[in-house]
Structures are given as C-alpha cells and as structure tokens.
C-alpha cells in the first residue's frame, strides 16, 4: 500500500489523482489544495482546503498523514521551494525539482544563460539587461526591430511582451523594458522567433529521462489563435507520437536538448533536477528552438499525456525518487488526444465568476477534468457546478487520429448546459493543414 499526498487542485492534479488511483498497487490519496476539486474529492480519502505557499500548514497535514512521497502539481509551490520546505521539515520527498533546479521555471535568465554556458543547441539571440544602457541599440542593430521582452521576476507579473503584437516599434520596447527593470534588476530580451510552438515533456530522475509525446497547446483564447493569452484553451498529441507539422530530426533534436538541459542543470547547481522537465519549443525555418523551461506538467499537457501511459504512473514515481527511471521503455498508448477547456464566458479578461453550469453524467466518450469550480450538487444525472472565473473544466478525447479525438473531446462540452465557452477548432482537420502549410513555406524559405 501507498499512502501519496498530492498538492493541488486544478485539472492538471485531477489528471495526477486519477494517474496515481488507476495504478496496480493500492494507493491511498491524500489530497491538498486552495479549494475543492470534486474529482480529486472523489479519489482522496481525506482533503485538506489551504493555501499552497503556506508551506507550514502543508507541513502539518504531510506530519498527521505520513505519507511515503509527495506529488506537487503547481508551479507556485515548486518555485517558492516546497519541495525543500517538506524534505528539510518532514524529511519527505517529493515528485518536483528542488527550489535551485526549479530555476529553469522561475527565472528565465537563468535559464538562457544556462544553455550559453554549456552550449545547449536551440538558443535564440538573447541579451541579459541589468540597466536600460544599451538596450535600444540591441534592439534596433542586433534584433532588427524583431524582439520579446521577458519579465523576469518570481511572480510572472509583466510577462512576455513581442515587437508587433503588444509592442508597435523601439521606443515602445525601450519603455516596456525599464518598466521590468524598475520592478526586478534584470530583464531578458530576444529575437523573435516564426514558427510552430510544441511541448515535449519528459519525467526526470537527475539522469534520466522519459520521454513523452510531443503536445501542442493552444495559448490565445479564440479560434484561430485570436485574442489575449490564456493559460491554454486546449491541446493535441498525435498517435505516433510526434505533432503533424514536425520533422523525425526535430523531434530528435529537442529530445537531445532537454537532455542536455538535465545535465547541464546538475552540474552548475550541484543538484539533480528530479520531477517533470517540460521543454517549450518553437520549430523554425533553421530547426528547434527553446522558448521555455517549467519545471512541471503543463495544464492541459498533463491530461492528454497522462492517458497514454502504459507504465505504471505510481512506480514512475518512485524510479523519479530512486533514480531508476531508465528501466521503463517509455512506451505510449498508440492513440492521438484532444483536450479542450471550458472556460466561463468573457476568459481571460472579464470572466462571469459565479456564473452555474450543469454538466450531464450520460454515456459520452469524453474523460472530464475538473479545474476551478465548485460543486454546489450532484444526482445520478449531472452535476450543478459553479465557476469560480478561470479555466473551468478540460474534456480529453481519444481516438485513431486527432480528428476522432476531438470529436469525442466535443461530446463531453455538449454535455454542459450553461454560460460557457470554448475552442472549436483545437485538432481540426483545417487548422492543422494551415500548420502544416505553415511550416512548409517557411522550411523553403
Ligand atoms: P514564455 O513565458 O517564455 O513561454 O513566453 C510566452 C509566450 O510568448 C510563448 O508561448 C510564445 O508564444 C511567446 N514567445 C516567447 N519567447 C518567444 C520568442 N523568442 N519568439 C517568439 N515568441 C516567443
Ligand atoms: N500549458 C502551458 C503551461 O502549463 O504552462
């Protein structure tokens, strides 16, 4: 028997509930998290409601429940160090990197600077400011106008800001850019990149790696990639493994980086980076580059992912911790995902919070994942649910191809009667020819 404390309470933690409940050894789940998910309610046998930065409260529920290892899902608790907090504190491990290694999330200079110094493939053009000297000629000289701003303090706060789109020339740029010095003493700049974005995560015991099916994520709110971005409105991955717009060798390459990235991080902070590495990527016209490092699953990742483990997720947990992970072939379930979120009308800007829904029960293909809502009731045919303003509740179909996926994922949004919203168009058939188009022409460029 297994007793697991699991940290979180989003979809993603659904997803991991469900992924630790289904394995063949008996597992007791405890669970964590700022509210009530009533999926992860329904898997745990006891539920403590707190804040996931109050590490002291998270401390004396792991001492009352003494659990054999923790899984945190969020990102928020994994880069202010709770894993430390729990291995100092309750002597406990847990699947997530350690405050130093969590790094490569938390600050994003630490991380370009990482790939220059070990000489990591897939590094755009960058530059680390410490003061504005400097900066409008790195834009202009060095980028040619074409360049993203990145915030790069704990909170996330500004975010990332791109020449064209949320920044019309150099002086808006400059501006922007001592706006981000002003809050933190440091700002990453660099080239923009044109291109398709993918995720390839992989878990990771220091040495490691087990590699998943790349996924691609939807960030911009509406159809068609329109709107304010989101923390993901949807995501595919495909049978065989890789994404329909990518290459064999491109597949390769960001596996060898995020190989690369594992052992790179060891060795400059002495510590072994053991968790889940999800690299972003952008495929352009001159091959991989790295957009991003988080040092967890993604939310929605996780959903597709997670359904095609043939492996036992809990023992993937344990060979994290035991640094074992090589023994698993890290074989997948030959079936592509959709996973499509539904959001309350006006996500992201001016989400109806409170706003009830009910979602049928019925025999419909789709999986559901609860992310933030709250049950008010449940019968035999539905649940009544209210939405507390973010992503509110993620359908992942499966199928042979993307195109059966999604329809299943649709299945389950027709279930939901209520003020809801979502993409359509997340793995269909037109969009993915226009990124297949896409990255033709710009392969022939
Ligand atoms: P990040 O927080 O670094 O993932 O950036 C957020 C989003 O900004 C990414 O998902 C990309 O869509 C975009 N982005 C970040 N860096 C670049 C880049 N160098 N070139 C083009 N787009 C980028
Ligand atoms: N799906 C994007 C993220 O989890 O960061």
Known sequence: MRKILLIGN?????????????????????AFGQAINPGIKQLSIQYKVGSSSDFEAISAFASEVSPDFVVIGPDDPIGQGLGDFLLQHNNLRSVAPLKITAQLETSKAFTREL?????????????????ADGISAFLADELGGNFVIKYDGLLGGKGVKLSGEHLPDINAGVAFAEECLADCDRVVIEEKLVGQEFSLLALADGENLYTFPAVQDHKRAYNGDEGPNTGGMGTYSDSDGSL???????????????????????????TPFTGVLYGGFMVTSNGVRVIEYNARF????????????????????????????????????????VCVYAVPKGYPENPQK??????????????VYFASVNLLNETDAYYELEMSGSRAIAFVGMGATIEEAREQALTGLGQIEGPIEY??????????????KMMQNLRNS
Do not use: W
């Open 244 to 270: 329909p717009f990518l290459e064999a060798n491109d597949l390769q390459d960001a596996r060898q980086i995020n190989q690369q990235i594992l052992k790179a991080v060891k060795t400059e902070t002495g």
């Open 10 to 30: 989003g979809a993603r933690e659904h997803a991991l509930a469900e992924a630790l409940i289904n394995s063949k050894h008996q597992v007791e789940l405890y």
């Open 298 to 337: 993604g939310d929605p990742e996780a959903m597709n992912l997670l359904n095609l483990l043939k492996d036992d997720f809990v023992e993937l947990c344990e060979a994290i911790l035991a640094g074992d992970l090589n023994k698993f072939p890290a074989e997948f379930t030959k079936q592509a995902t």
């Open 115 to 131: 790939m220059a110094k070990y000489q990591i493939p897939g590094l755009p053009k960058f530059k680390v400011f410490h003061n």
């Open 423 to 436: 993409r359509t168009d997340i793995g269909s058939g037109a969009i993915l020819q226009a990124k297949i």
């Open 354 to 367: 409170g706003a009830i829904i009910k979602l049928n029960k019925g025999d419909y293909p789709a999986k």
